[in-house]
């Protein structure tokens, strides 16, 4: 019997399962072939890669490997593109597309689709990077050949990269999204994306996906520790915040006129919001709390003007550093502003900016650094323990009670009291 490890190998060359280990594996490796091709040999069968050394035949190899793998060491055998585009010049414009294609195409249309306010969404990019992610691998192979095997390939090289469990499920779930249109564009067979749909999301505690830490709300301590060392009018949309349980984005474009006064509760409707493309209205409401903090910086003269402006914050900032000014201000420096300066204050917060104002405030306070978004939790979670989950709810504009679970934490106080006295 022949010994393995020789198999097809050749005079003057090492032996073709030279090889590393990959989970606990010998896998073959990264080969020269005729001087200028790489190729790698699976059970026997003889795989070429590309030209020897480029990045496409690299990543071709990790492919195939990761296929290997994942398929118990059998080799796999998509059809390539040579293959494809024989079967396109037999058949016409009708032969199925390549993978590369296919993004091509959904890319376009994601561009044209994911848009508020003239501007494409964050969807885009995170879509970008999952075809970016997706071509690494299937560039060139025919789009009904990629079945479950091949996504979950991709999947595995994105835990062995360290991302994020709720990080892949999203990525992969936007892949699935590129073949659910391309079966409404006539581009990809059902049975193709019915087969892709079989495969689960990765589960809590049963992947060796990377976990994230649930956004906690923060606590109050934490807020009133960055009031001395936060700008004004941040402190005031933290106050805000912590008090309506709005959206960071909705504080950064709050205005004047968005902002209904007639009755004793104030009501906010926001001109944009984070459900509006599912046709659903967004209300939030301000209380007696919540008018003391935000009366003063309300502007009647020009209402259709951000409530909340850096240039505001930049004036009260100077004002203050003129005012502590011991030594006597001379002519020179009455007005020291340049003609034509390279930064200017901004007329909006955006959710960047204000979320980067309270973490360089926690940082002077000497405290971890949380983020707007924990404020929300936190009202969340305040409004829940005084008036229940429901109300919890409506307030933060939740379509269902199992998102506000998400949001409002569970006081396990009055669970405590109740085994204190029963149990």
Not at 51 to 79: C, D, F, H, M
Not at 97 to 111: D, G, I, P, S
Request: one cysteine or more; aromatic letters at 8%; a positive charge.
């Amino acid at each position: 019997m022949k010994n393995p490890s020789n198999f097809g190998s050749k005079s003057g060359e090492s032996p073709v399962f030279d090889s590393m280990e990959v989970f606990g594996v010998r896998v073959p490796k990264y080969r020269r072939h005729k001087k200028i091709y790489a190729r790698v040999v699976l059970n026997g069968r003889e795989i070429h890669l590309g030209l020897y050394g480029s990045p496409e035949s690299k990543a071709n190899y990790e492919r195939v490997i990761s296929e290997w793998l994942q398929t118990g060491r059998k080799a796999p055998r998509p059809k390539r593109l040579e293959t494809i585009k024989k079967h396109r010049d037999e058949s016409g414009d009708d032969a199925p597309l390549t993978l590369t294609e296919l993004a091509v195409r959904y890319f376009k249309h994601a561009q044209a689709y994911y848009v508020k306010n003239g501007e494409p969404t964050s969807e885009v990019i995170g879509i970008q990077i999952a075809l970016r992610d997706l071509r690494k691998f299937y560039s060139d192979i025919e789009i009904n050949s990629f079945g479950p095997t091949a996504l979950k390939t991709l999947r595995e090289d994105f835990i062995q990269r360290d991302l994020a469990r709720t990080t892949i499920n999203k990525q992969i779930g936007r892949i699935l999204r590129m073949f659910r249109w391309g079966v409404s564009e006539t581009l990809v067979k059902p049975e193709t994306l019915t087969a892709l749909q079989s495969v689960p999301g990765l589960k809590v505690g049963r992947s060796k996906a990377r976990e994230t830490d649930r956004i906690r709300p923060v606590a109050q301590s934490d807020v009133e520790a960055v009031r001395v060392f936060m700008n004004p009018v941040v402190m005031a949309m933290v106050d805000i915040q912590r008090l309506t349980g709005m959206r960071p984005g909705e504080v950064c474009q709050l205005r004047t006129v968005d902002l209904d006064r007639s009755e004793s509760v104030w009501a906010y409707r926001p001109p944009t919001h984070k459900t509006e493309h599912h046709e659903k209205d967004r209300v939030v409401y301000f209380g007696p709390l919540a008018q003391v903090v935000l009366e003063p910086w309300l502007n009647s003269g020009e209402p259709e003007a951000f409530v909340f402006s850096p240039a505001t914050a930049e004036m009260i900032r100077r004002n203050k550093m003129r005012a502590l000014r011991k030594s006597k201000v001379q002519p020179s420096q009455i007005s020291r502003a340049k003609d034509d300066p390279q930064f200017q204050p901004g007329d909006m917060y955006t959710t960047t900016s204000y979320r980067r104002a309270i973490g360089k405030a926690c940082i002077k306070a000497g405290i971890e650094p949380w983020h707007p978004n924990q404020l929300r939790h936190l009202a969340a979670t305040n409004i829940r323990r005084d008036f229940g989950i429901e109300i919890a709810r409506a307030v933060l504009g939740h379509s269902t009670v199992d998102m506000t679970e998400v949001y409002a934490e569970m006081d396990f106080s009055k669970a405590k009291d109740a085994m204190a006295k029963s149990g």
